[in-house]
C-alpha cells in the first residue's frame, strides 16, 4: 500500500462492506452452500488438561481494538514474545540449520523476523526495536528524538491519525513481522514466498494465542505504508519485505 491508496482504498471498501449483496457473495463459501452428503463429528470432551487448555485459549482467541491508556510493562511485553516466538530445541551445529522454534517453518529456514515500534511499553525507550529470539534480548535499533516527531511518523506510517478503527493512541506498541525472503527462497524459488506468508500466519497466531492465556489485547492490521514501515526497522533491499503488522495494548 502506498500512501496515495488510502482515501480511495478506504472509499472503495466502505462501500462493499456496507452493500448487504456484497458481503453475501463473499461470505457465502462453497462449502457453506454445499449439498453433498455430510458426516457430522462425534460429540466429545477433551480429556487431556493440555486439550482442555488449548481448547480454552481456542475460545479467548479474538481481535481487541481498544486498550486501556496505562500502557503495558516490558515484563508483559517479555512474556508476550517469549510465549510466542521462543526456540525450542538448541542448534544442530554439525547441520548448520537454525535451531527449532516453537512454529513450523518450511524447511526449517524460519524467514521471519520480529520487530517492535515501542508507543508506551514502560520499562522500554521510545524507538524501534529487534527482537533477537537467540538471546532472548530486545535490541534498539533507532530511538525517536521527541514526542512529536514519533506521531508524525507513526501517524504516516500506519495512517493513525485518519482512521478511527483501533484505539492507536492507547496502543503500546507495535509488532512488525519482516520477512527475508532469500533465506528460504535459495530452496524453494518463488514458493519460498508461500512459505513465508504461512510463516508470518503461524506467528500471528501465536501471537493471539499468547494475548489470551496473558489477557492482553492484540489485533492484525493490514493499513500500513510498505515502504515507510521498511524503512523504520532498517530493511534496503528487494527481498526484505514487511509481511504483517499487530497491535498490542493493556486491556482490563
Known sequence: MNEYDVVE?????NIIMNTAYFMGHIIDTTQELSCFEKVSLPVFEHE???AK????LNSMRK?????????????????????????IQPANTNGGFPPSRNIASGGGLY?????????????LKRGVYSYNVHHSTMELLSEFSSQDEFEATINRAFFSDQKQDMDYKNASAYIILGGVLNRVCFKYLDRGLRFALIDTGAIIHSLYLASAALRIGCCAMGSYVDDLV??????????????????IGKIQ
Do not use: C, H, M, W
Open 230 to 247: 521498511s524503512e523504520l526497522i532498517g530493511y534496503k533491499s528487494s527481498t526484505q519485505t514487511v509481511l504483517g503488522v499487530v497491535l
Open 9 to 13: 482504498y478506504s472509499k472503495r471498501l
Open 111 to 123: 524467514p521471519i523476523d520480529i520487530y517492535l515500534i515501542n508507543r508506551k511499553i514502560e520499562g
Open 53 to 56: 487448555n488449548l481448547s480454552q
Open 48 to 50: 487431556s488438561p493440555l
Open 63 to 87: 481481535s481487541i481494538r481498544n486498550y486501556k491508556e496505562e500502557g503495558l510493562t516490558f515484563l508483559d511485553t517479555a512474556k508476550l514474545l517469549t510465549l510466542s516466538y521462543s526456540l
